[in-house]
Every structure is written in C-alpha cells, then in structure tokens.
C-alpha cells in the first residue's frame, strides 16, 4: 500500500508539472473585424500576452504572404483588410509566430469583412491638389435631408457608438480563447488518476486477502 501511495503522489507531481508546462508553452491568437481594419490579439494567457511575435497573412486557399507584421507589448497586431482579398474573396489564414518555435493559426472568412468599410484614402487629394483645391465642396441639394438616423446622429457617429460598445465583447472573446485550463479541468484530472489508483487498490487487495 505504501508504494500505492508513493505512486500516487509521483502521479500528481507529474499531472501537476505537465499542466504547468502545457499553458507555459501554450500560444494563440484571435482575430475579428473592426471596421476596415482586421485586429489580431495573441497571448500565452490572460495575462502574459505576445510581445513582437511576428503575424502573417495569407491567403487560405493558395497560401500566398499577401502581408505580415509585429505584435505590440499588448500582443495586438491591427491591418487594413487588403484590397486584393475583397477582389478575390479570399479567406484569411493568419499564423503567428511567438518564438522558440511557438505557432498558431485563425481563419478569417470572407463572409466576415465582405461588407466592411473600404478605408478612406486622400491619395487622390495629394497626387491632385489642383483639383481638390478648385472643386469646391458640394452644397447640398435643394430639399434634400441630411444622412441622420432618427435619433438626430449620423450614421458615422451610429457606427461609433456601436463600435465602441461592441469592443469589450470581442475583448472578452479573446480572454476566454486565453483562457487555457481552468483549476477545475486540472484536479477533475487529478480525481480521475485517484480513482483509477482505488480501484487499483481494491482489485489488489481482493486477490491478496
């Protein structure tokens, strides 16, 4: 009984360890759609987040590197969803890489930026000055409403207020995708290796009565 014992207990030191090396060395990442732009948060937990690990951003179905990039001290890493992936529509594949050989993946779909905000450019301002300076501003049509919701605010303003609040619930998806192992899983673990040592014990001590 006293090796059963020491068994045991070696048991638990290994199930205990092994978990804690599993979430040490456990990286990933999560993506979603912010207006244009695509945001990636990447961590180790919910604390410990990706500090430049490199981001890269293929397309899923060639694999071709349409762009990469650098995760800040936060393990954030934001792009303008290329225009060639609205041409296309392309699925996403981001894989970042967090060091010592630590990888993860996340699947945009095209459904999910398909009908996102094209970002405003004012290229066409600075490579044509001349005409952005004679055109002068567009009155607006006689009789015409201005673009407001029914509240009084702008649709700018609507997405805004939308964007803002939306923004703690993706935060939120991303720490429970962190999340890892709770202390539940780990001693609902460790009650399974006991019981699987009782029953050992029992069957032992029914053949050596």
């Known amino acids: 009984m006293n090796r059963l014992i020491i068994a045991a207990c070696l048991a638990l030191a290994a199930t205990l360890c092994l978990s804690a090396v599993s979430e040490a060395h456990k990286v990933n990442i999560f993506a979603y759609v912010d207006g244009d732009r695509i945001v990636t948060d990447s961590g180790y937990s919910r604390t410990k987040r990706v500090y430049d690990g490199e981001v890269e951003v293929f397309d899923a179905a060639t694999g071709t590197l349409l762009l990469s990039g650098k995760t800040d001290t936060e393990g954030k890493f934001a792009f303008v969803i290329p225009e060639a992936a609205r041409e296309k529509k392309m699925d996403l594949r981001l894989l970042l890489k967090a060091g010592q050989g630590h990888q993860a993946e996340w699947t945009v779909q095209y459904d999910e ?3 996102a905000p094209r970002p405003v450019s004012d290229m066409v301002a600075e490579e044509n000055p001349a005409v952005s ?27 805004a207020i939308v964007r803002r609040e939306v923004d703690p619930i993706k935060h939120m998806l991303a720490e429970m995708y962190d999340s890892g192992p709770s202390m539940t899983d780990i001693f609902g673990g460790i009650g399974w ?3 699987l040592f009782g029953v050992a014990a029992y069957m032992k001590s029914r053949r050596n009565p």
Do not use: K, M, R
Not at 148 to 154: H, I, N, Q, R, Y
């Open 113 to 115: 930026f398909a009908d």
């Open 133 to 159: 300076e004679a055109a002068p501003a567009a009155a607006p049509a006689a009789g015409a409403a201005p673009a407001v919701s029914a509240g009084g605010l702008t649709a700018a303003q609507v997405e």
């Open 193 to 195: 290796i006991f019981g």
